[in-house]
């Protein structure tokens, strides 16, 4: 669909069409790593599964930054839509949840007794990823409501 003429400028449209996969990637990786068996080396599992989770916290970082910084997605949503401030404030809380939710799988994953408990890692996992799915969809929702343009992403 084309850009209405309320639309954000090119630029931070593609920007955020980029991030967007990134961040997909990095949700994808941390799916994998989770997925991977641990019967022959629990140790190199833990270890993919904290390099997973660190590249997602710096995507995250990004995103936030993205969305809620003073040139940011949301200030123009609300400039725009100022209808959709509910939706932006349900973001903007996720986010503090989803950074809350990485910082104690970053701490599990870094506790000493790790290898014994990669059920309860999978489990933090999992609950992190299912959120950041649920996000990124709402997120996409608010892009195409303000603007009536589907940032995509997915490639």
Avoid at 27 to 52: C, F, K, M, N, Y
Avoid at 56 to 84: F, I, N
Avoid at 95 to 115: M, N, P
């Amino acid at each position: 669909m084309e850009p209405s003429s309320t639309t954000p400028d090119a630029d931070l449209l593609e920007e955020l069409r980029r991030h967007r996969a990134e961040l997909r990637e990095s949700i994808s990786a941390l799916e994998d790593a989770l997925a991977a068996p641990t019967a022959s080396d629990r140790g190199r599992w833990v270890q993919r599964v904290h390099v997973a989770v660190v590249e997602l916290a710096g995507d995250l970082r990004e995103h936030v930054d993205l969305t809620e910084g003073p040139d940011g997605l949301y200030r123009g949503v609300l400039t725009t839509s100022p209808r959709l401030s509910g939706a932006v404030d349900a973001l903007t809380r996720e986010h503090v949840l989803i950074r809350g939710q990485v910082e104690g799988l970053l701490a599990r994953v870094g506790a000493s007794d790790v290898v014994a408990d990669v059920d309860r890692v999978r489990d933090l996992g999992t609950a992190l990823l299912g959120r950041l799915v649920r996000h990124r969809q709402r997120g996409s929702d608010l892009v195409f409501e303000a603007y009536e343009f589907d940032i995509g992403g997915e490639t």
